[in-house]
């Protein structure tokens, strides 16, 4: 098995702390270490509790490229906010060419901003899982897309004339800092929609289902559920005549087929039952002329940090549960 050397940038958020725990027992990692500028000098568990004992290593201020242009197989995951790759990826590029890093380096960002760049590879790992074999430079999908894609991807066949989405998601996925809206006391005891029909992610999503060969007429309302962590979609469409609900689980089944992380459930689907864990569950239900898709999955697993150490195996060419094959916590 081929050895990596692992850095990541912005390592003291939500995200750097589920790749943190995903990394640090992983059999192709050798070295790991993690930048965090305002908790330098920090061990780890300093921001992430769980690790005690379990991760060695502190917080840096800036990372050493220098170190790392050492590595034979160097490996960047960036959980940074987003918008700061962006902005700093000039500069690393001189600095990486400078140290003959740049064709070297595997780069996996969480954040959005290279999701719709065609330079870079779209890591939707259950689509088309063989685009990222020795992608070097792969844009991590968003959580809600990660969910909506997987349900409405297998009705691209069909083409239905009109979808409607709702998916509620813990406050875990508004990243550490609290604010108004996002911190977790004022949403323990409530339920709102929010970016009702203008998510960010939606463009994520239709760009996906246009490449399947469906101009996808979605309307997308995103929720802020009392929960920690956690998404929970529901796609409604119209279906083809004589499709019901074992047909619809059939043709779901076969669409997944494979793909270890995505189970197929009977009934609904359960959040807790795929917390702390890289699995997305799927439900599915019908009447004449009407169909419907529940999709459940932890927004830092599957829809962030799990899902890019599945990119990072396949494009090594691990099997995508290398490091990963571990149930969820329930209850959660």
């Known amino acids: 098995m081929k050895s990596v050397d692992v850095l990541i940038l912005g390592a003291s958020g939500y995200g750097g702390g589920e790749l943190l725990r995903w990394l640090s027992s992983h059999p192709a990692v050798k070295t790991l270490r993690g930048t965090a500028r305002s908790h330098a000098g920090k061990p780890f568990h300093a921001q992430h509790p769980n690790l005690r004992g379990l991760v060695e290593g502190s917080f840096e201020a800036t990372p050493d490229w220098a170190a790392l242009a050492q590595s034979e197989a160097p490996v960047l995951f960036a959980a940074l906010p987003h918008g700061e790759l ?23 960002d969480l954040s959005a901003d290279f999701r719709l760049d065609p330079a870079w590879v779209y890591g939707l790992v259950d689509w088309q899982p063989e685009r990222m074999r020795g992608a070097r430079r792969i844009a991590n999908p968003g ?7 997987l349900a409405l991807l297998p009705l691209a066949q069909w083409k239905p004339a009109f979808v409607a989405v709702t998916a509620a998601t813990g406050s875990s996925g508004s990243g550490a800092a609290p604010s108004d809206t996002t911190h977790h006391p004022t949403r323990a005891t409530d339920f709102r929609a929010y970016k009702m029909l203008g998510h960010q992610h939606e463009a994520e999503v239709l ?19 009392p929960m920690v962590r956690g998404i929970f979609a529901t796609a409604q469409f119209p279906l083809p ?17 494979g793909r270890f992380f995505v189970r197929i459930v009977e009934g609904s689907p359960r959040v807790a039952a795929t917390t702390g864990s890289a699995f997305a569950d799927l439900g599915v239900a019908a009447r004449p002329g009407h169909g419907a898709v529940m999709v459940a999955l932890d927004n830092l697993g599957k829809g962030m940090a799990a899902q890019a150490v599945q990119n990072l195996n396949l494009t090594l060419g691990l099997p995508e549960w290398t490091g990963l094959r571990t149930a969820g916590a329930y209850p959660g």
């Open 86 to 108: 962006a902005k700093l990826w000039p500069d690393l590029q001189a600095e990486w060419d400078r140290l003959g890093l740049t064709e070297r380096l595997t780069v996996i």
């Open 143 to 149: 959580c809600f897309a990660t969910a909506l894609q």
């Open 207 to 225: 760009r996906t289902l246009a490449i399947a060969g469906w101009e996808a007429p979605m309307s997308f309302i995103p929720q802020s559920a």
């Open 241 to 257: 005549p004589g499709v019901d609900t074992v047909a619809l689980r059939a043709h779901f089944e076969a669409f997944y087929r």
